[in-house]
């Protein structure tokens, strides 16, 4: 294959470079066209476009395929951890045993938040999100640690302890939503057991903590760990490009990830699937709403920008519903109802023809039910996952020597220049 490729525009031809990934992919790099040829490209929603090289996360939408640093997002979740899943992103290799056990030690370490921080959740409106909530505290934690330089051994420290106090942050905002004591994190408890622990333990009922529950978390967050350059990764990565403190960049992911198109579509499935219940089960009218292009209503847990087959992440969410539910002799209606809105989907023209599937979020809400997350901490749930595939990504373009600051460009359509009119003239 050539190294270039040739534009033609008029009489003049210009020469483009190849870039190919090592899993083949193939890029044009037109950093140099509007300078040479007057031109930008335009491509709205970026589906076509590549931000950046990265050696952290790849995935291939036609193959279903998804892997960290080179390893099968189906092996870690059959062997490994969150945390050490953590570690393997944000440091590009599996940790040796005594690096997991100093990563342990520093999370447990950074894991207590400032008591002075509790006053800013108590003043939250009782009606807010806990995903504003979460962003506006993961900003405010510049104000509380100040950012240190960014030498390798300080920057581990601003990165451990984000990771270490997400956890807390999240458990605390739920505590705090339902009027109830804060739980504080235990040195004796490994990374999901010290989350469930502080969202569940109550001062009248010990929280018991399951086996199968622990496992069902650490896979939901492997699974959550990164994906490449998603809506918001990019806003991650676009955000910190100004150079912003990390804390400001992460705090822009978790607004991103708010949205019911991303990350807040979890949610979005449940409500979807409860009013699938409340209307007796019509499944059909929802197949019908999605497929009307004059409904904005979409079958929500179906379908990915990336992903033109089925999801890996959604194969591994439902086969562990179908593990998670009968070890905890739970019976959710709403799993039943999911199964057979799939297979509705699946047989359905439309959904054939578009290459829609389920994605990680039809199946991951019930597994969240099931742990007894409440609906509208579901997507705090996936950005305290997604937070070492955003670290990892900030942490890439922080050390990428031809970093620049992200500022696309646009083709303006608007009007010509047009004289100002004094507001009697109007
Ligand atoms: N239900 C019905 N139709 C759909 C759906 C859906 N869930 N998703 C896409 N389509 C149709 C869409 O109407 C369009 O049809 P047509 O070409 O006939 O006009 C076509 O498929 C392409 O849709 P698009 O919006 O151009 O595709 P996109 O790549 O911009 O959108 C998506 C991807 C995930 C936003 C979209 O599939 C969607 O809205 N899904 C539901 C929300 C959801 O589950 N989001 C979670 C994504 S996975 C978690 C994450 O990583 O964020």
Same mark, same amino acid.
């Given at each position: 294959?050539?190294?270039?490729?040739?534009?033609?525009?008029?009489?003049?031809?210009?020469?483009?470079?190849?870039?190919?990934?090592?899993? =083949?992919?193939?890029?044009?790099?037109?950093?140099?066209?509007?300078?040479?040829?007057?031109?930008?490209?335009?491509?709205?929603?970026?589906?076509?476009?590549?931000?950046?090289?990265?050696?952290?996360?790849?995935?291939?939408?036609?193959?279903?395929?998804?892997?960290?640093? =080179?390893?099968?997002?189906?092996?870690?979740?059959?062997?490994?951890?969150?945390?050490?899943?953590?570690?393997?992103?944000?440091?590009?290799?599996?940790?040796?045993?005594?690096?997991?056990?100093?990563?342990?030690?520093?999370?447990?370490?950074?894991?207590?938040?400032?008591?002075?921080?509790?006053?800013?959740?108590?003043?939250?409106?009782?009606?807010?999100?806990?995903?504003?909530?979460?962003?506006?505290?993961?900003?405010?934690?510049?104000? *509380?640690?100040?950012?240190?330089?960014?030498?390798?051994?300080?920057?581990?420290?601003?990165?451990?302890?984000?990771?270490?106090?997400?956890?807390?942050?999240?458990?605390?905002?739920?505590?705090?939503? %339902?009027?109830?004591?804060?739980?504080?994190?235990?040195?004796?408890?490994?990374?999901?057991?010290?989350?469930?622990?502080?969202?569940?333990?109550?001062?009248?009922?010990?929280?018991?903590?399951?086996?199968?529950? !622990?496992?069902?978390?650490?896979?939901?967050?492997?699974?959550?760990?990164?994906?490449?350059?998603?809506?918001?990764?990019?806003?991650?990565?676009?955000?910190?490009?100004? %150079? !912003?403190?990390?804390?400001?960049?992460?705090?822009?992911?978790?607004?991103?990830?708010?949205?019911?198109?991303?990350?807040?579509?979890?949610?979005?499935? !449940?409500?979807?699937?409860?009013?699938?219940?409340?209307?007796?089960?019509?499944?059909?009218?929802?197949?019908?709403?999605?497929?009307?292009?004059?409904?904005?209503? %979409?079958?929500?847990?179906?379908?990915?920008?990336?992903?033109?087959?089925?999801?890996?992440?959604?194969?591994?969410?439902?086969?562990?519903?179908?593990?998670?539910?009968?070890?905890?002799?739970?019976?959710?209606?709403?799993?039943?109802?999911?199964?057979?809105?799939?297979?509705?989907?699946?047989?359905?023209?439309? *959904?054939?023809?578009?290459?829609?599937?389920?994605?990680?979020?039809?199946?991951?809400?019930?597994?969240?039910?099931?742990?007894?997350?409440?609906?509208?901490?579901?997507?705090?749930?996936?950005?305290?996952?997604?937070?070492?595939?955003?670290?990892?990504?900030?942490?890439?373009?922080?050390?990428?020597?031809?970093?620049?600051?992200?500022?696309?460009?646009?083709?303006?359509?608007?009007?010509?220049?047009?004289?100002?009119?004094?507001?009697?003239?109007?």
């Amino acid at each position: 294959m050539t190294d270039t490729v040739t534009l033609t525009y008029g009489d003049h031809t210009y020469e483009l470079p190849v870039i190919i990934g090592t899993e =083949g992919e193939k890029a044009i790099d037109i950093s140099r066209l509007r300078a040479d040829t007057g031109f930008i490209t335009l491509d709205t929603g970026y589906g076509n476009t590549g931000s950046c090289t990265s050696n952290i996360t790849f995935m291939d939408g036609e193959r279903g395929i998804l892997r960290y640093r =080179g390893i099968p997002v189906e092996q870690l979740a059959e062997n490994s951890t969150f945390k050490e899943t953590a570690y393997l992103l944000i440091h590009g290799r599996l940790p040796t045993q005594q690096e997991l056990t100093e990563f342990s030690i520093m999370l447990n370490d950074h894991s207590l938040v400032h008591e002075d921080m509790k006053n800013f959740y108590q003043h939250f409106p009782s009606a807010s999100h806990p995903m504003g909530i979460l962003s506006a505290m993961v900003n405010a934690l510049r104000s *509380f640690y100040p950012a240190l330089n960014n030498t390798a051994e300080e920057l581990n420290m601003t990165v451990t302890r984000l990771l270490a106090k997400i956890r807390t942050m999240a458990a605390m905002s739920y505590k705090i939503s %339902r009027g109830h004591t804060t739980v504080y994190p235990r040195p004796d408890l490994a990374y999901c057991e010290n989350f469930l622990n502080m969202m569940f333990d109550t001062p009248v009922k010990p929280y018991e903590i399951k086996k199968e529950v !622990v496992r069902a978390l650490e896979v939901f967050w492997i699974l959550h760990a990164d994906h490449e350059q998603n809506c918001s990764t990019s806003a991650v990565r676009m955000v910190g490009s100004a %150079r !912003v403190n990390l804390y400001a960049a992460i705090s822009s992911g978790i607004a991103a990830l708010w949205g019911p198109l991303h990350g807040g579509a979890n949610q979005a499935v !449940v409500e979807m699937l409860k009013a699938i219940q409340a209307d007796g089960g019509n499944y059909r009218r929802a197949i019908e709403r999605a497929k009307d292009r004059s409904d904005p209503f %979409r079958l929500m847990g179906f379908g990915h920008r990336v992903y033109k087959t089925y999801d890996p992440r959604a194969k591994i969410m439902k086969k562990m519903c179908d593990q998670l539910l009968p070890a905890l002799k739970i019976e959710d209606p709403l799993l039943e109802i999911a199964r057979e809105l799939e297979e509705i989907a699946r047989k359905d023209t439309y *959904f054939i023809d578009h290459n829609l599937y389920p994605n990680i979020d039809f199946y991951s809400g019930i597994v969240l039910r099931a742990i007894g997350i409440p609906t509208n901490m579901f997507t705090v749930m996936f950005a305290i996952g997604r937070l070492p595939g955003w670290i990892a990504q900030w942490k890439e373009s922080l050390e990428d020597p031809r970093w620049k600051v992200s500022r696309p460009r646009q083709i303006y359509l608007g009007p010509l220049t047009t004289d100002y009119t004094p507001i009697q003239e109007r």
